[in-house]
């Protein structure tokens, strides 16, 4: 399965009530999701990928179903993936949703 559509609807449900107005564009099988330009989250693989940037990296690292996101062997540092990210309610959402907006919002606009 490429990605969940229904995942991908409320990350950028969650994205939007934020006050951001998110791009979705095809990559890595699934989605991800645009702002300003840079990538901020995305699913693919029944698998939720966040970006959260250097500073909450070890702290995201620790909340429930995260891990390191690894493409093509290596770790991506700075990105999470969320595993069961169907599972998690509005409101968790909502939390990698600020998280990655956190981050994202720092950079400059593409």
């Known amino acids: ?6 995942l991908a609807d409320r990350m950028e449900a969650a994205l939007r009530e934020r006050g951001v107005d998110p791009v979705p564009k ?5 989605v991800a999701f645009m702002v300003n330009g840079n ?5 693919s693989n029944e ?17 429930p179903g995260a891990r390191l996101m690894e ?6 540092k700075g990105w999470i993936t969320v ?5 998690l309610s509005d409101g968790e959402l909502g939390e ?15």
């Open 1 to 6: 399965m490429p990605h969940d559509p229904d």
């Open 96 to 110: 990698w949703a600020q998280l990655t907006l956190n981050f994202v919002e720092t950079l400059p606009a593409k």
């Open 47 to 63: 698998e939720m990928h966040v970006r959260v940037g250097p500073d909450q990296y070890g702290a995201s690292l620790q909340r």
């Open 26 to 30: 095809k990559m890595f099988g699934g």
């Open 71 to 76: 493409f093509t062997g290596r770790a991506m």
């Open 83 to 87: 595993d069961g990210p169907a599972d």
């Open 39 to 43: 990538m901020s989250f995305g699913t």
